[in-house]
């Protein structure tokens, strides 16, 4: 049978935040599979924020080309349909997507009829499954994050995750736990150690469902499950133990660490103080007071940082999930596994904190790890690859033909002289904030 395959993201996750990159984050799991795979370090995003790298993921097409070039902005569904999970289910396989999808917009004006729309969700009944996007099956975590001063979604609105949390479990109390701080905070900018018992935090949720997948599927046929956790994202608000696992007092600290716009190209600051460039009052109110923030004192940056290396603690404990239930299942061996994010976060490089349009480092390099039938164990790849390699390396793993209108070169390319030596990152605000 063809190998089946398991793609692991999540969501604004720093290249350098793994225990084998030397920084001191808590990831034994994907340390293990770093060791039993190929460790590209080079890894570009085609976006610097959430909605526009998932699309460009998905259809293997860079987001000015698939048309969904900045939050806000949906994905066309015939486009998504002709990516990797439309062609690999035409090809035979099972394809499922758990956790957070972000190809639609959650907050709009008027119902979109949108599986992932807000004022839309309520239109799809609890039992509704799929087909989204491409994917035979999904299981929803609307954005996968609650944030501070924002209402949740309730049933009957929202999707898988939202109606599991409210109907089944948490409730009323579990919002309100949290919220809940465990300990006193230093301030810094929407972080604290939650009180929400991580049974029902979403990273669990997606890591039980993404196992009962696994479990579950047709053992006849080969498989596609993208796995995509919410965390790292902000807010940064880890529940215990992972909160506690990480002294804040002993992080890595940036060097350069001081907002300097006076040295920095004159648009730097339009984005970082200008009126955003938006026609949607709801995106342009988030953008302009949710998304900028203000200077972080080092023991804010150090309680932000410890929060941000926790929540990515527990993503990877429920990678080792995942993991147990392929060796379990007799299938890890004949799985291919990739673990990679969808951007960075600044966390304080140059004085700048979660994402902006200034493509650093942090924000762009992604890094990826790949494992499987093959892959060169305990290798590391510094040559530059780009999140639009996934999708052709999805295809020839499944023994079919990549569209050739897709951007990406397979990863599994033994030949890599005929790879391109650049990847693209583009970034796009409005009409007039364009950049490559």
Known sequence: MRPNILLITTDQQRRDCYGFRGRGVHTPHLDGLARCGTDFRNCITPS??????????????????????????????????????????????????????????????????????????????????????????????????????????????????????????????????WAEKTRPATGAHQTWSSALPVAWHPTTWIGDRSVEFIRSRNPNRPFLLWASFGDPHHPFDCPEPWASLHDAAEVELPLHRQLDLERRPWWHRAALEGDPKLDDPVLKRFRKSGTRVLSQTDAQLREMTANYYGMISLVDHNVGRLLAALADSGDLENTFVFFTSDHGDFLGDHGLYLKAPMLYESLINVGLIAAGPGVPKGHQVRNVVSSLDLAPTFAEISCSSPPSAWHGHSLLDRHPSGRPAQAYCEWRVGESRCGV
Not at 49 to 76: E, H, K, S
Not at 85 to 101: E, M, P
Request: glycine content about 14%.
């Open 48 to 177: 610097p924020v959430c909605q526009p790298a998932r699309g460009a993921i998905l259809t293997g097409l860079l987001p000015f080309t698939n048309g969904a070039a900045d939050n806000g902005i949906d994905l066309d569904p015939e486009i998504a349909e002709a990516g990797f999970a439309g062609h690999l289910s035409r090809a035979g396989y099972q394809t499922a997507l758990v956790g957070k999808a972000h190809f639609s917009t959650k907050a709009t004006f008027a119902p979109t009829g949108r599986a992932e729309c807000a004022a839309s969700s309520a239109d799809f009944p609890p039992d509704w499954n799929g087909p989204y996007m491409g994917f035979d099956h999904v299981e929803l975590a609307l954005f996968g994050k609650w944030f501070p001063g924002r209402p949740p979604l309730r049933p009957p609105q929202g999707q898988h995750f939202e109606r599991w949390f409210f109907d089944a479990v948490g409730g009323d109390e579990g919002y309100r736990l």
